[in-house]
């Protein structure tokens, strides 16, 4: 069973960053495809970024230049770095993995609890 444990957040002034990271455990993890999503109370999950088994990316138009996503097969784990946080980025952010395939939005089947991030003004 794969299991999904991210960490890194916290609380951080406008204009900072943090580094979230993913560890993932229970099956091979070159094998999954990654992304990052968010939660913002009283909204719907947001997509953030994805990446391929072969470190392909995307980053979605909303925080692309300010979010990139990272790869560790040797650790088995994943990043979001993000920069020039904003009021609006305070979210429960939550990594997740899909089986195979390339980047998508959709159809992830495991999930993390989340952390949460906190922009302060």
């Known amino acids: 069973q794969v299991h999904l444990v991210e960490s890194g957040g916290g609380l951080v002034q406008a204009g900072g960053s943090l580094r979230l990271s993913c560890a993932f455990s229970?099956?091979?993890?070159?094998?999954?495809?990654m992304a990052w999503f968010r939660q913002a109370p009283g909204k719907e999950r947001e997509f953030l970024a994805a990446?391929?088994?072969?470190?392909?990316?995307f980053v979605e138009e909303a925080v692309k230049g300010r979010f990139t996503m990272s790869r560790d097969n040797a650790n088995n784990a994943v990043s979001l770095h993000m920069n020039n946080l904003k009021l609006e980025d305070t979210a429960i952010y939550s990594c997740?993995?899909?089986?195979?395939?390339?980047?998508?939005?959709?159809?992830?089947?495991?999930w993390g609890q989340g952390t949460q991030v906190t922009v302060s003004s």
């Open positions: 990446m391929s088994r072969s470190g392909d990316t």
């Open positions: 997740a993995a899909r089986l195979g395939g390339g980047i998508t939005t959709v159809g992830y089947h495991y």
């Open positions: 229970g099956d091979t993890f070159s094998d999954y495809a």
